[in-house]
């Protein structure tokens, strides 16, 4: 059976793509540009959803992109590629002849404000104390399916959106990689900042858990049961690179760089738990900072 991915390409997507097809699934991307196994967002908007077993939505404008400034058009870029694309999908479903019995659609966990007391869990509130936990809402809002769908099961997982999905091919390591490598990769601001973060294999294992338990309903949070700080972070990363890991990243250097309000998604943090995730019967192969760095360095640290 075949399932849609929009945003496909990308770090995840491509992760997911893999666990997908090894499992005998059929994978169809939703890109903006035409190409081999994708459809365009201007073809679902057009004709509609093709025949599928699942949508799972994870398009959008990287946040962290260090190269693009954080302008008001910047700002309509990263919010539109997630809002109006997921409203594209949720629409498309709806009206489907033979609609999808599931649909999967990213969310972060800027949902929570940044906090060095409280632990979220899915049914904490927030969602509307700045730009990026207004984002979130807005994105899960424009997942909803109309009330009287009951044909397709609706998931939304909240991603660790400090960008710390850790991979060794992309997102947040990637771009950390060289300043580790070299010795310089230093916690960010005091380092006492929560940092949510999740394995790739995770991830990609929690969205396939989705697609398959038919049970799996609502918000799960897409974060390891262990919470760590910036600073538990850092130190395990150097760890594993056996790097000293001198020079701290101070946050206004990090304001300067990435503009104050996005900074915050690095200079500040939220211990989020994944409650429902848990209940729901998934089980984490990384459940520790730990583990992940060995497994995805373990060879390396020699180099
Ligand atoms: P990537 O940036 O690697 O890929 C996202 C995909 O979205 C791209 O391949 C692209 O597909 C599509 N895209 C990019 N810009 C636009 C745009 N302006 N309009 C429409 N589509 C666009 O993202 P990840 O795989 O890392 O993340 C996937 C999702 O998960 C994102 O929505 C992200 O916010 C979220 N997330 C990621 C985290 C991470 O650490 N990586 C953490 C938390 C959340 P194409 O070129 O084919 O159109």
Not at 122 to 133: H, L, R, V
Not at 152 to 166: F, H, Q, Y
Not at 217 to 239: C, M, Q, R, S, Y
Request: charged content about 20%; glycine content about 10%.
């Amino acid at each position: 059976s075949r399932v849609l991915i929009g945003g496909g390409s990308g770090f995840i997507g491509t992760a997911l793509r893999k666990l997908l097809e090894h499992r005998g699934y059929q994978v169809t991307l939703i890109s903006r540009t035409p190409g081999k196994n994708k459809i365009t967002w201007d073809e679902v908007k057009k004709t509609g959803l093709p025949e599928c077993y699942a949508v799972v939505g994870m398009q959008g404008s990287n946040i962290l992109n260090i190269f693009r400034r954080w302008t008001d058009g910047f700002k309509k870029e990263v919010w539109d590629s997630r809002v109006e694309t997921t409203k594209t999908l949720a629409q498309a479903i709806s009206e489907a002849s033979n609609p999808p019995k599931v649909w999967v659609s990213f969310s972060g966990v800027g949902y929570y404000k940044p906090s060095y007391v409280y632990d979220y869990d899915e049914d904490s509130p927030g969602g509307d104390f700045d730009y990026i936990s207004q984002l979130a809402t807005a994105w899960e809002e424009a997942a909803k399916l109309p009330a009287e769908n009951t044909n397709t099961r609706e998931v939304i997982i909240r991603s660790a959106s400090t960008g710390v999905v850790l991979g060794r091919d992309g997102g947040a390591i990637k771009q950390m990689y060289f300043s580790f490598w070299f010795g310089s990769g230093g916690v960010i601001g005091d380092g006492m900042q929560f940092f949510p973060w999740i394995h790739i294999n995770d991830l990609t294992r929690l969205v396939m858990h989705a697609l398959e338990n038919e049970k799996v309903t609502g918000v799960l949070n897409g974060v390891a049961p262990e919470t760590i700080t910036n600073w538990d972070f850092t130190k395990e990363f150097n760890t594993v690179l056996l790097r000293p890991g001198f020079f701290p990243l101070p946050r206004p250097i990090v304001n300067f760089a990435l503009g104050e309000e996005r900074a915050k998604m690095l200079t500040e943090g939220q211990a989020v738990v994944p409650k429902r995730t848990l209940e729901s019967g998934f089980t984490f192969n990384f459940p520790k900072i730990k583990m992940a760095f060995d497994n995805m360095f373990s060879y390396r640290k020699w180099f």
